[in-house]
């Protein structure tokens, strides 16, 4: 492979005009004829630039609304010759083909087309056929061609030129190749997902494409061993984590953003609720409450299980005032994500150094669609956000029905349960849980588990009896025994929620009848794994 190439013509048609002017100045203080297309040529010349326009280079005009521009022999062969091929060179003499030495091109906006909601004649109309195709065939000739994509490049390649005298090397065309490759697939991937997704309706069509630009790389994944790096999607998508403000603190690391996850999930529950608090630890809540305002909610999820809330992620559905700040700093936490935070709860937090406050702006929604991807060996399962909801849908199933109370606190337990690992036992009692049992084999040890983290509260705080009396339960599938059920029941709770659909139904509705609980069944599960 040839190492550099002088640099003599350069075909330039951007959608992105950002630092067009300048890398045109660039090009031409070296003598590089400028050869372009439709806009771009006109921003070019109101820059003062000669340019020579691509019809002329052709000896064909635009035509069909520019859709045939480049399209042409004359401008894929001047791309694609290869400089050493003494066949190549004796048709391009014979066909009066130039060589181009440089592309600069950026592709019509079709993410963004789609972002803003255009109609479906635009939205096509803004598939690009002729960019992608010169950015191909010279990423393919990067031997002899440099290919530009994106405007943050203009700077290297400048650089470089002045380096090299008016030179590229092999290995910065090497490397524009590899982006610009990367730049054609996910553009691509858009237009397929669209198609699929929003033009023909599909949920999982026959071949998926899933476009991500790399937010940044992390120290390491969850272990140390392990490499890790955060990708964005590209196109619309839901905000997130990913997306959030770091006001302060250390980087953060794969555990953090995992766990942050998982806190911004759960919050997004209660969006549109009062003033709620919730505490992750190793992608599992270990205390949710609402209150009057963001220090009562987080002190009230606190209490559930203080000894685990060490080190933790903490979210809440509002804005962080200096009051929630120092109740929140009051014991070593890792994270805390919220809409936003006012100056004087920033100056709490920035006393510690170390945590981070991240910021969202806004709560995703919690019905919001969605994919969820998980790699398996030799493949990827795709499945569907689970953000069913089923207050409307409850079938009481015992002699007793619940007090308003008690449905609230059966429902406040229900979404609460969704975000908890599997097997999950979840008590709450006047808008806060008082006790969660985790990703246990057995439900029944989630119950017990969940009964024995709230004893330990009340003792740590002094109660008199721990908060899972007279408290609420969900679980987040069926209790295939009565045992679970009657675990529950000895440790106060007097109302259960439960998807029901065990063959032992009778058994269980009969053990909570037996216990004048009440009991109402969802019809659903919420798995989480």
């Known amino acids: 492979m040839t190492d550099k190439v002088a ?45 020579r326009d691509i019809s002329d280079l052709t000896g064909f005009p635009e035509m069909m609304d520019g859709r045939v521009k480049t399209l042409h022999p004359k401008v894929h062969g001047g791309l694609l010759s290869v400089r050493s091929n003494a066949a190549h060179k004796a048709s391009m003499m014979e066909h009066d083909i130039p060589a181009i030495d440089l592309v600069v091109v950026n592709l019509y906006p079709f993410e963004a087309t789609v972002a803003r909601g255009a109609e479906r004649a635009e939205i096509i109309e803004n598939i690009d056929i002729g960019g992608p195709s010169m950015v191909r065939s010279a990423a393919k000739n990067h031997e002899s061609v440099a290919i530009v994509t994106d405007p943050a490049d203009y700077t290297a390649l400048t650089a470089e030129l002045e380096a090299e005298d008016g030179q590229t090397t092999l290995a910065l065309r090497k490397r524009l190749a590899a982006k610009a490759y990367a730049a054609t697939a996910a553009y691509d991937s858009a237009i397929a997902s669209w198609f699929a997704f929003s033009d023909q309706g599909e949920t999982h069509p026959e071949t998926l494409t899933v476009a991500m630009t790399r937010g940044s790389a992390l120290r390491y994944g969850e272990n140390p061993h392990q490499a890790a790096a955060v990708y964005v999607p590209r196109g619309p998508h839901a905000s997130g984590v990913a997306q959030a403000e770091q006001v302060q603190g250390k980087d953060l690391s794969y555990n953090n953003l995992n766990d942050a996850e998982g806190a911004l999930d759960l919050i997004s529950e209660f969006r549109d609720e009062g003033a709620t608090v919730a505490i992750i630890k190793h992608a599992n809540p270990c205390g949710v409450a609402s209150g009057d305002d963001i220090e009562a909610a987080y002190r009230a999820a606190l209490a559930c299980d203080p000894v685990s809330a060490f080190g933790g992620i903490i979210a809440s559905n509002r804005t962080l005032d200096e009051a929630a700040a120092e109740a929140i700093t009051g014991i070593f936490t890792e994270v805390v994500i919220a809409p936003d935070a006012d100056a004087a709860a920033r100056a709490v937090f920035a006393k510690k150094k170390n945590l981070r406050l991240l910021l969202t702006g806004d709560l995703p929604a919690p019905g919001r669609p969605g994919l969820l991807l998980k790699t398996i060996t030799g493949g990827v399962l795709v499945q569907g956000r689970d953000n069913a909801l089923v207050e409307d849908e409850l079938k009481l199933v015992t002699k007793r029905a619940p007090s308003e109370a008690e449905r609230r606190d059966m429902m406040f337990a229900w979404r609460v349960a969704k975000h908890v690992k599997s097997n999950a036992i979840v008590y709450a009692r006047d808008g806060a849980t008082a006790g969660i049992g985790a990703g246990q084999m057995s439900r029944l040890d989630s119950a017990r588990i969940a009964a024995w983290k709230a004893r330990d509260a009340a003792e740590a705080a002094g109660w008199a009896e721990p908060k899972t009396r007279g408290s609420a339960v969900a679980s987040d599938a069926f209790f295939p025994f009565a045992d679970g059920l009657i675990a529950a029941a000895e440790a106060g709770a007097t109302a259960i929620i439960q998807p029901g659909g065990s063959i032992r139904d009778e058994e269980v509705i009969a053990a909570a009848d037996e216990r004048d609980l009440t009991m109402m069944l969802t019809g659903m599960r919420h798995f989480r794994h």
């Open 7 to 51: 640099l003599r013509r350069a075909l330039l048609s951007v959608s992105d005009k950002t630092g067009l002017a300048d890398l045109g100045r660039a090009l031409s203080a070296r003598g590089v004829e400028l050869v372009s297309t439709g806009g771009t040529a006109k921003a070019l010349r109101e820059a003062g630039l000669e340019v």
